[in-house]
């Protein structure tokens, strides 16, 4: 592996400064959402079903690890962790940007690990928008994925001083959907999508969407601490919160399968993300800081107890199974109020 290549250098940086950055008491919209308990729920704890059909994969928990690393030594190493606790869990899990590898082959032993450790889980590539369809489907290959994702950094390349300055996406998405005969995800990285974006996707035959929203994770953020010149950071005021791409996704619900991500810390956060219409909830932030700062066996027990107070909270709000929780009545506070009728999104 190259040693001053600046793609592996950034790499480590990133898995550095996100985890500097990380912090429980992020901002988050889904404290403006409250969802209503069933006084007379009519089920038994015990027989709740948390199984969720994840692009026609049976995860055992309504959430997956979503893209974070490869390319570096310190990602060989989380990817290794990342894909064990994955297996544990019976969850979907990301490999990150392949780019590295498409353009170094040699890194190749930095993403595998997301396979050789979960022979038989459900594994994502992901790649960005400017790839070949040759690249994804070799991308595809190394991993043996079962799905592909794409994602869209505007945002974070803007911030980068080194970041691409061209961005004719559409066409290139859309022959890779036409051409990869696995699942395609297109996936934001933290900054949300609104309504028209959702919409260009589902016109070019996009039929998965991970809005990835704020909240979380900043690029604007880590790339300005990495950018010496200007600090770009006040770009994050354009981005969109998880909850507010949420609404912005209701009038496409029927048209595309809705995934969410962006600042999910908490089981009541899942939760939430489902009751407004996501198919599965993808969680980066939060499990690169459990595996970076505490032991594999500790980060298994922080999800293993996760994923027991969304059975805890699916009791209370009366919901046998992960489709009942779309039934939940649902308040918005004044913010949400505000912000769904200016975008008139009921
Ligand atoms: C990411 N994310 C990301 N996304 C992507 O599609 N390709 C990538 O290579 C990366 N790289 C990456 C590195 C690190 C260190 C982090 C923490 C995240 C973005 C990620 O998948 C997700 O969209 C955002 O991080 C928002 O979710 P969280 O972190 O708030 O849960």
Redesign the pocket.
């Known amino acids: 592996m190259p040693k001053q290549d600046e793609q592996i250098q950034r790499?480590v940086e990133?898995?550095f400064?996100?985890?500097k950055y990380f912090t429980e008491e992020?901002f988050t919209d889904f404290d403006g959402i409250r969802l209503l308990h069933d006084a007379l729920p009519e089920l038994n704890y015990r027989n709740i079903d948390l199984t969720t059909n994840i692009l026609g994969y049976e995860s055992n928990l309504p959430f997956y690890f979503?893209?974070?690393?490869?390319g570096s030594k310190q990602s060989a190493r989380f990817n290794m962790e990342l894909s064990k606790l994955a297996s544990t869990l019976g969850i979907p899990v990301?490999?990150?940007?392949m780019?590295v590898y498409l353009r170094i082959p040699d890194t190749a032993d930095t993403f595998t690990p997301l396979r050789e450790n979960n022979p038989d889980g459900f594994v994502m590539a992901?790649v960005?928008a400017k790839v070949t369809p040759k690249q994804a489907k070799s991308a595809i290959d190394l991993l043996n994925a079962n799905a592909l994702?794409?994602?869209l950094?505007l945002i974070q390349e803007m911030a980068m001083p080194e970041g691409d300055r061209k961005f004719f996406w559409l066409d290139n998405i859309k022959k890779i959907v036409e051409e990869v005969k696995i699942p395609v995800i297109v996936?934001?990285?933290?900054f949300g999508m609104s309504n028209d974006s959702i919409n260009k996707l589902i016109n070019i035959g996009v039929k998965y969407i991970?809005i990835?929203?704020f909240?979380?994770?900043?690029?604007a953020q880590?790339e300005s601490a990495r950018n010496h010149e200007i600090d770009l950071t006040y770009l994050d005021q354009f981005s969109l919160s998880?909850v507010e791409s949420l609404i912005e996704a209701q009038p496409e619900l029927k048209r595309v399968t809705i995934f969410a991500?962006?600042?999910?810390r908490t089981p009541m956060d899942v939760v939430k993300a489902i009751r407004m219409g996501a198919s599965g909830v993808?969680?980066?932030?939060?499990?690169?800081h459990h595996l970076q700062k505490y032991s594999l066996e500790e980060a298994t027990l922080f999800f293993e107890s996760f994923a027991k107070q969304i059975q805890i909270i699916m009791a209370v709000i009366g919901a046998k199974n992960i489709d009942d929780i779309k039934k939940v009545p649902i308040i918005f506070d004044e913010n949400l109020t505000n912000y769904s009728k200016q975008r008139k999104i009921d």
């Not at 979503?66 to 490869?70: S, V, W």
């Not at 909240?215 to 690029?219: A, H």
């Open positions: 790499k990133h898995l400064l996100a985890e992020s979503n893209a974070i690393t490869g990301s490999s990150g940007s780019g992901n960005s994702q794409i994602h950094n996936k934001e990285v933290g991970d990835s929203g909240g979380g994770t900043d690029f880590i998880t991500s962006g600042g999910i993808g969680i980066s932030g939060l499990v690169l």
